[in-house]
């Protein structure tokens, strides 16, 4: 059973940091490309970043870009959101998922999320 | 990036009935077209990819249809589990971009 769990959200200051964390299992992770997703509290959602099998391409959208840095460990079937300069309005819950391995659709497997809320 | 509107913002209908949610890109994307199910306090649920292709065990009454910048989601004979939000989603270009939702709502 494909299985990705997130961990690291929770309450940070404005300005601060925070380092997202997925375990994923029941699938080669190494085989995916993995992603975060993003959605504010009431809010739709926000594709915010991907990483190549590899690690060695990574895309971000605009919003996050300069800010987060999303990495992957292979040898531990781990994803990560490195989260700086944190503002205000990137409280939201925190999705990884996993993205496409060339002919699997993005977005076919979502761990359960994690908040993140950020105070001013 | 490319820009996806969904329309309409809710909709209401008897359970039983059919419904039909729509989805337009600002740009051609293909096929590369997905629709989610997003229930609340649950992560979104991958209904539909490449604009037609059933995801695994999803149940048949959901289809899709489209390319290009025009893409529907049909749901025959509502059941009272498929009411919630649901998202188009591009993947043709990067950013992938979501539309902003329909809200399925029982009338």
């Known amino acids: 059973e494909v299985q990705m769990v997130e961990s690291g959200g929770g309450l940070v200051q404005r300005g601060g940091s925070l380092r997202l964390s997925c375990t994923a299992s029941?699938?080669?992770?190494?085989?995916?490309?993995m992603s975060w997703v993003r959605q504010a509290p009431g809010k739709g959602l926000e594709w915010l970043a991907n990483i190549k099998k590899d690690g060695s391409e990574k895309y971000y959208v605009d919003s996050v870009k300069g800010r987060f840095t999303i990495s992957r460990d292979n040898a531990k079937n781990s994803l990560y959101l490195q989260m700086n300069s944190l503002r205000v309005e990137d409280t939201a819950v925190y999705y990884c998922?996993?993205?496409?391995?060339?002919?699997?659709?993005?977005?076919?497997?979502w761990g359960q999320g994690t908040l993140v809320t950020v105070s001013s | 990036e490319i820009v996806m509107t969904q329309s309409p913002a809710t909709l209401s209908v008897s359970p039983g009935e059919g419904a039909t949610l729509s989805c337009r890109a600002g740009q051609s994307v293909g096929t590369n077209l997905a629709w989610y199910q997003q229930k609340p306090g649950q992560a979104p649920r991958l209904l539909i990819y490449?604009?037609?292709a059933r995801a695994t065990a999803i149940p048949g009454r959901f289809s899709g249809s489209g390319s290009g910048t025009e893409f529907t989601l049909t749901i025959s004979s509502l059941q009272s589990e498929d009411f919630a939000v649901y998202y188009c989603?591009?993947?043709?270009?990067?950013?992938?971009?979501f539309g902003q939702g329909t809200k399925l709502e029982i009338k």
């Open positions: 989603q591009q993947y043709n270009n990067w950013p992938y971009t």
């Open positions: 029941g699938f080669t992770f190494s085989n995916y490309w």
């Open positions: 998922a996993r993205d496409t391995s060339g002919t699997d659709p993005p977005g076919a497997y």
């Open positions: 490449h604009a037609s």
